[in-house]
């Protein structure tokens, strides 16, 4: 199929489609409701996206897409200390607003783990917060190819809201970042021997 004739129309349906997915997740997703949500047809949808597995793919990337911006822009290294950049992504990520974005995570993930072959592409998710938090956190890291200091922030905030989603308990979730931010403070967790000693 050729390219859209008009991509800023495909522009405007991506971001209304996120939103869409965002409030109602995927479950049972059809092109024929969510094209009467859009105002559009499913014709339309099928012209601009090619298949509805490529239209999914693209509301993902646009998902996840906002949440990495919004990070890279707020809490850049020199904005604050690594403990209060914990804090405000783990403030922002898990406040209650976010609930859509954090079930829509989750519910990909479990998902794919079911049908891999519907995510031929998941892999981008971490790799693009990993990028994400590897700035973040730079001056943290361990070289300028360090990976485990974003591997581990990513695992702490994941298995945190997987937590929160599932119990609801959020003042244990909270402590529990408040541990590790004052782990930060006292110079680790994430600092390894070699971190910030020029060898």
Request: proline residues 7%; negative net charge; glycine residues 10%.
């Amino acid at each position: 199929m050729g390219r859209p004739a008009d991509p800023g129309r495909r522009k405007r349906t991506l971001a209304r489609a996120a939103d869409y997915v965002l409030a109602n997740g995927l479950a049972g997703l059809s092109l024929r409701p969510l094209a009467a949500a859009l105002g559009t047809s499913p014709r339309m949808l099928l012209y601009d996206f090619g298949s509805k597995q490529e239209l999914v793919a693209a509301v993902l990337a646009e998902a996840r897409r906002r949440g990495a911006a919004r990070v890279a822009e707020e809490l850049l290294p020199g904005t604050a200390t690594p403990e209060e950049r914990l804090r405000g992504i783990w403030a922002w990520i898990s406040a209650p607003e976010r609930a859509p974005y954090v079930r829509l995570f989750f519910e990909v993930h479990a998902d794919a783990i079911a049908h891999p072959e519907n995510y031929g592409e998941l892999g981008d998710v971490v790799a693009e917060w990993c990028d994400t938090l590897g700035v973040t956190f730079r001056d943290l890291a361990d070289g300028p190819a360090d990976t485990v200091t974003p591997t581990m922030v990513m695992a702490l905030v994941r298995g945190l809201l997987l937590d929160l989603a599932v119990t609801g308990d959020r003042e244990r979730a909270d402590r529990a970042v408040e541990r590790f931010a004052a782990l930060l403070a006292a110079g680790g967790p994430l600092t390894s021997p070699s971190a910030g000693s020029g060898t």
